[in-house]
Antibody, heavy 120, light 107 residues
Framework: QVLLVQSGVEVKKPGASVKVSCKAS????????IGWVRQAPGQGLEWMGW????????DYAQKFQGRVTMTADTSTTTAYMELRSLTSDDTAVYFC?????????????WGQGTLVTVSS | DIQMTQSPSSLSASVGDRVTITCRAS??????LNWYQQKPGKAPKLLIY???SLQSGVPSRFSGSGSGTDFTLTVSSLQPEDSATYFC?????????FGQGTKMEIK
């Protein structure tokens, strides 16, 4: 079965960086892009960007450009999201999701989420 | 950026009720609209894609409709397990924005 398993809880200080991993299994990794979505405490969902696991092309939400890097390692079927220059506003649960194309892009499988807390 | 606005932000209904949530896009998105259900502490789950197509395994009491700028998610007969927050999402433009969510509670 399709599984996306993310890395564990992170606690970071302001100004630091965090790198979240997303290990995929149960399907051909390079056939699907991986998207990243975050959710601040008690808030809604915010799309951050995506990476083509086949070409390594990326597209980032303008809000995160210059501060985020998404990568994918096809040898380990793992996607990564690195966010730099963290502030308290980056405290959130970060999700990876598989992007399926069903006539349009949908996020059909999700990781369990990784809580990132930014605090001094 | 395309803005997605859901209403209501929360609702409370009884088991067996018919419930409708609306989602409005700030510009025409054709049928590039998905609906997700999220329960506390869990990842979102895809319910409806392309405005009206039911994702495999999702109960048939869920349905979606609309195109252009106005969309609805309907639960025909509310069940206790439907207590959750529901989000719409547009994937028309490259920035896949979500609505702010509708929290559905069971009386």
């Amino acid at each position: 079965q399709v599984l996306l398993v993310q890395s564990g809880v992170e606690v970071k200080k302001p100004g630091a960086s965090v790198k979240v991993s997303c290990k995929a299994s149960g399907y051909t990794f390079t056939n699907y892009a991986i998207g990243w979505v975050r959710q601040a405490p008690g808030q809604g969902l915010e799309w951050m960007g995506w990476i083509s696991t086949y070409t390594a092309n990326t597209d980032y939400a303008q809000k995160f450009q210059g501060r985020v890097t998404m990568t994918a390692d096809t040898s380990t079927t793992t996607a990564y999201m690195e966010l730099r220059s963290l502030t308290s506003d980056d405290t959130a649960v970060y999700f990876c999701a598989r992007e399926e194309k069903l006539g349009l892009v949908v996020f059909d499988y999700w990781g369990q989420g990784t809580l990132v807390t930014v605090s001094s | 950026d395309i803005q997605m606005t859901q209403s209501p932000s929360s609702l409370s209904a009884s088991v067996g009720d018919r419930v409708t949530i609306t989602c409005r896009a700030s510009q025409n998105i054709n049928s590039y609209l998905n609906w997700y259900q999220q329960k506390p502490g869990k990842a979102p789950k895809l319910l409806i894609y392309a405005a009206s197509s039911l994702q495999s395994g999702v109960p048939s009491r869920f349905s979606g409709s609309g195109s252009g700028t106005d969309f609805t998610l309907t639960v025909s007969s509310l069940q206790p397990e439907d207590s959750a927050t529901y989000f719409c999402q547009q994937t028309y433009s490259g920035l896949y924005t979500f609505g702010q969510g509708t929290k559905m509670e069971i009386k």
